[in-house]
């Protein structure tokens, strides 16, 4: 049975990861029968977001794995515990955390800088040429950890995908529906949420990319 480990930012949309689109990714890997563990960095969140207004909540912290755990049911470990020789692959789903807790490209753009043990853990399998799942905008983090001209997409924001090209990876416009596969580097990334506008739009090309990554431990 194929494992995979799912990297998680948090738990909500403007300040951790997507609830829809990890458990989509979740269900994706069960419905394929394979298994997967999830993990986070235990680390404080960028901030704490109210979900109902929208607004920081000022003078509130958080533990992004402690949040995590909520959307994992409580079965999570600590991103330091990963071992990528346990695994056949990596996914990373979205939700602003990935771009605020992972790295800090919400604030720095293309001058981002990713966190050092997400960064570790994320080279391990591309060196180890094991795939890798990106969804929304998590393919952000490519630049960082692929060498230069790695193929993603994040849909079709200009913004973001100017940054992704000046950080050094490709990025290529893709509906929501369907995903971008760098054979090379064995990346799998889909828009999602970045352009969904209904949750049956993030599951189709969601579904698609866990489909992709599991297809592709099987390639040598």
């Known amino acids: 049975m194929k494992k995979v480990a799912v990297i998680l930012s948090g738990c909500g949309v403007f300040d951790g990861s997507e609830i829809y689109e990890t458990v989509i990714t979740l269900l994706a890997l069960d419905s394929h029968d394979a298994q997967y563990q999830c993990f986070a960095p235990n680390t404080p969140q960028l901030h704490v977001i109210d979900h109902l207004k929208g607004d ?7 533990n992004v794995l402690v949040e995590a755990a909520r959307l994992a049911r409580g079965e999570i470990k600590d991103l330091a515990d990963l071992n990528e020789k346990e695994f056949d692959a990596i996914i990373f789903p979205g939700g602003f955390g990935a771009a605020k807790n992972l790295s800090d490209f919400a604030v720095n753009g293309a001058s981002m800088v990713i966190n050092l043990q997400v960064k570790a853990a994320a080279r391990a399998f591309a060196l180890a040429k094991k795939p890798a799942g990106y969804i ?3 393919p952000t983090l490519i630049a960082g950890i692929y060498e230069h001209g790695a193929e993603c997409t994040i849909g079709n924001d200009p913004d973001t995908a100017a940054a992704i090209n000046t950080m050094g990876a ?7 529906d369907d995903v971008v596969i760098d054979e090379k580097n064995k990346i799998v990334s889909t828009p999602a949420y970045m352009l969904a506008e209904r949750i049956s739009e993030a599951a189709a090309g969601i579904e698609k990319l866990v489909g992709s990554v599991l297809n592709m431990t099987d390639a040598k």
């Not at 920081?56 to 958080?62: D, F, K, S």
Request: proline share 0%.
């Open 56 to 62: 920081i909540a000022v003078g509130e912290t958080r």
């Open 136 to 138: 929304c905008i998590a």
């Open 170 to 176: 490709k990025h290529i416009n893709c509906e929501v």
